[in-house]
């Protein structure tokens, strides 16, 4: 069985701080694809990165980087110089690759942005 | 593209009425998923079809809950009857083969009063 852990629930950060949200995933799959997605107020789901276990190099994007280390099974996800409009829940999710993949999430992480 | 289409967007109604929820997945996926949001529970899937076949409902809650894929660019989700427990957010999802991109709808907002 998936499964994904976001083990911090709400950070609150100001303005311009840098903030690493946190995700850990368990699967019994060799090969398997990581993701993150933005839920906004506004509540739809936004897609932000797709990561394949065969790639361990870390990715930037902007003001968004993600660190992926199979050894320990994370897959974090750090923005830095944060701004109000990062305010949103951030999930992790997780699914095979290949015959019948479905998505499991994580719970979420809630990050509020204060000016 | 216009991505996934999900109706209505929001919906209340009285206990013990159905309800349908509609989707239409970005043409040329192969896959759809019908996802459940709530406080308790975070999001958790409910069923899932591959080319129009239901492959998995095990998450379906219980037999109120019924979802049908008549073809590639159509899919329901129904609730008969409805209960206030089932107040939540739906949100649909299509990939394309071998899960490399799942693309969500704006989701339904369900409030059963």
């Known amino acids: 069985a998936q499964k994904v852990t976001q083990a911090q629930t709400e950070i609150s950060v100001v303005e311009k701080e840098d903030v690493t949200l946190d995700c850990v995933y368990e699967t019994r799959d060799t090969t398997y694809y990581l993701f993150w997605y933005k839920q906004p107020p506004s509540g739809e789901l936004v897609f932000l990165i797709r990561r394949n276990s065969f790639d361990e190099q870390n990715e930037i994007s902007g003001r968004y980087s993600w660190n992926f280390q199979k050894s320990t099974s994370s897959f974090n996800f750090t923005i830095t110089a944060s701004q109000v409009v990062d305010s949103a829940v951030y999930f992790c999710a997780l699914s095979e690759i290949g015959g019948y993949s479905t998505l499991t999430f994580g719970k979420g992480t809630m990050l509020l942005v204060s000016p | 593209d216009a991505g996934v289409i999900q109706s209505p967007r929001h919906e209340v109604t009285e206990m013990g009425q159905e309800v349908t929820l509609r989707c239409k997945p970005i043409?040329?996926?192969?896959?759809l998923f019908w996802y459940r949001q709530t406080m308790m529970r975070g999001l958790e899937l409910l069923i899932y079809f591959n080319n129009n076949v239901p492959i998995d409902d095990s998450g379906m809650p219980e037999d109120r809950f019924s979802a049908k894929m008549p073809n590639a660019s159509f899919s329901t989700l129904k609730i008969q009857p409805s209960e206030p427990r089932d107040s939540a957010v739906y949100f649909c999802?299509?990939?394309?083969?071998?899960?490399?991109?799942?693309?969500f709808g704006s989701g339904t907002r369900l409030t059963v009063v």
């Open positions: 043409s040329g996926h192969n896959s």
């Open positions: 999802a299509s990939s394309a083969p071998g899960g490399r991109g799942y693309t």
